[in-house]
């Protein structure tokens, strides 16, 4: 596998697991009630039961956790903030130190952790659903679920065709700029250090040649999709339809279950 | 003064050279066991089937294959590398890659044509000077220059990526498919262009070319010398009259047709049952001598419309 299949596949580990066996709309549904739900967790045991939940979750997806934390990486900045935010501006009576309008206080140590701890039960259950799904599976998947919504005039179909067509590109895309990095080495540019922030402006110049071989590309494909007469996409049918076994069905009635369970026990647990 | 003539002895000796060079790439081997020498002066087509390595070889001369085995000479010295042992891309070396338009990446023709200049850190007076004499060479006119690249006509395009490889007046100019997908007039034209620019080298420092294509019919045209490449090894590195006129055989073991010109010739002389000759597998010169076997049939009083 080289650099450029590795990038495609990104967010997809091959694993042997009861989650990669999954239908993904199950996956995908499951996912949006289990958002719904942390939404909707007010106390501190009901946020103990849910981390609980979620990894028990990322355990049964047999990717390992090192996969996880390296998505986390880039989020890192926006999850410092946001308990900063809190932590600094959050209102509350004990106050542990001040500063002109700045108030740190307790209660926004709090509700910093507290929001910071609910991005982060959102996030890595979407990572396992990622992880797990093969990204043109999950686009299909997708399409499947919002079918109904082409009742209503909503483009479904041509709506995922995008996607897919966007995930199919990526490679090409990387390809185009390895191309171009290529030719100007060959020219007799030497990649400066590793410092990133010197290594992304050298990087800014290709946007723009990038940018117009990429809209080139779409108009050429565009050309070619009409050419074999995709017309407006109805009743266009799949290679591989998706059908739900009792499998999918035992892991989405579990996750019904387990789910109204959680809030149960956020509403009835002492609460700590 | 003494001295700079030694060394240009010595250059013109030695050229490029591998040695016993072995490629692999992702754990397969793509090139085995390759000796090759360019030397300096001389156009040497580089042709095999697609995937006989013909890229890779291009690339490793240049310096863009960071690992392989055995040594690569480069005008005397052997390639530098770094400490990790990486090969060193050869700045002195110039490379067209494949579909060259497409890796314009400047915001006006000015810089695109200065971008190795300036990496060399040239003088803003040398590298005007530089473009000047360039332009007309290349049929592009000082207007442009201040032009986005992006806005310019497909065959401008690719001359100009190609002027911003050759402005920088290297020894070695590395050519892969240079004319694939052009029209057949603009194809001899770039053809023709390069093979001036090669010839006019001065005396002593002499260019050489390491032409990479699929047209036999330009090889047989351009090529002073052929590198046959098959399976990654290299069946034969002759001239390119050895190999067209009297060493074929090598040609349909690596799966390559002859050039059209020739093939006309092996038929003519199956027909006629005669030898003929040609001075040269250059198209011009075969033709000659197949137009000179149907005049002779013409005069023996056979009717002209019918075969020998």
């Known amino acids: 596998m080289n650099r450029s299949d590795r990038l495609l596949v ?9 989650l990669h066996r999954l239908d993904p709309r199950i996956k995908l549904i499951s996912l949006l009630m289990l958002m719904v739900v942390i939404m909707m967790l007010d106390h501190r045991s009901g946020y103990v039961a849910a981390t609980i939940a979620v990894v028990v979750i990322l355990l049964v997806s047999r990717i390992p956790v090192l996969f996880y934390l390296r998505g986390l990486l880039p989020l890192l900045p926006v999850l410092l903030l ?69 009742k209503l005039r909503v483009p479904v179909e041509q709506f995922s065709l995008m996607v897919v067509i966007a995930i199919r590109f990526i490679p090409t895309i990387l390809e185009e700029i390895q191309r171009i990095g290529l030719a ?5 540019f030497e990649p400066s250090s590793r410092n990133p922030l010197s290594r992304l402006s050298e990087f800014i110049p290709i946007l723009v040649p990038l940018l117009v071989s ?37 892991a989405g009635l579990l996750m019904l279950l387990s789910l109204s369970a959680l809030l149960v026990l956020d509403d009835y647990l002492p609460h700590i | 003064m003494v001295n700079r003539i030694k060394k240009t002895v010595i250059e013109q000796q030695s050229g490029w050279e591998l040695r016993d060079v072995c490629v692999k790439l992702d754990g397969t081997p793509v090139l085995k066991h390759i000796d ?29 294959i960071p690992e392989f085995t055995g040594e690569y000479r480069l005008e005397g010295q052997s390639m530098a590398r770094d400490r990790k042992g990486r090969a060193r891309v050869v700045p002195e070396i110039g490379f067209v890659f494949q579909y060259p338009e497409h890796q314009i990446f400047e915001t006006t023709v000015e810089k695109e044509l200065s971008f190795a200049l300036r990496m060399r850190g040239d003088s803003s007076k040398e590298i005007a000077a530089a473009i000047r004499t360039l332009l007309p060479t290349f049929g592009l006119s000082e207007e442009l220059l201040q032009q986005s690249p992006l806005l310019l006509s497909g065959g401008q395009k690719r001359r100009l990526a190609i002027a911003s490889v050759l402005i920088a007046n290297p020894r070695l100019l590395i050519l892969d498919e240079p004319t694939a997908a052009l029209d057949p007039v603009s194809r001899r034209e770039l053809l023709k262009l390069l093979r001036d620019w090669q010839r006019n080298g001065l005396q002593h420092e002499q260019r050489a070319v390491l032409f990479i294509s699929h047209r036999m019919e330009d090889v047989a045209e351009y090529s002073d010398r052929v590198a046959l490449l098959h399976e990654g090894r290299l069946l034969t590195h002759d001239t390119a009259d050895e190999l067209f006129l009297h060493r074929s055989e090598l040609l349909s073991q690596a799966g390559m047709p002859l050039p059209e010109a020739i ?22 010169d075969v033709l000659e001598r197949v137009k000179e076997a149907w005049n002779a049939r013409k005069e023996t009083g056979g009717p002209s419309d019918e075969p020998f």
């Open chain 2, 263 to 284: 093939e006309l010739l092996r038929l003519t002389e199956q027909l006629s049952g005669r030898a003929l000759n040609p001075a040269s597998c250059r198209e011009a």
């Open chain 1, 82 to 150: 946001t308990l900063l935010y809190h932590a600094m501006l959050g209102k509350g009576q004990t106050i542990l130190a001040s500063y002109g309008f700045l108030q740190v206080t307790v209660e926004g140590i709090e509700e910093g952790i507290r929001i910071v701890w609910r991005i982060l039960l959102m996030i890595l259950p979407a990572s396992a659903l990622t992880g797990t799904t093969r990204p043109l599976v999950l686009a299909q998947g997708l399409e499947t679920l919002l079918k109904p919504l082409s």
């Open chain 1, 214 to 250: 990429t809209a080139r590309r779409a108009d050429h494909l565009t050309l070619a999709i009409e050419a074999r007469a995709y017309g407006d996409g109805r009743g266009r049918t799949v290679y591989r339809p998706l059908c739900l076994t009792k499998l999918d069905l035992a």
């Open chain 1, 184 to 188: 100007k080495r060959a020219r007799g």
């Open chain 1, 10 to 18: 990104g967010q997809f580990i091959e694993r042997e697991s009861i």
């Open chain 2, 36 to 64: 090759l020498t360019l030397e300096p002066g001389t156009w040497t087509a580089l042709i095999g089937k697609t995937g006989a390595g013909k890229s890779t070889l291009a690339r490793l001369f240049k310096g863009l």
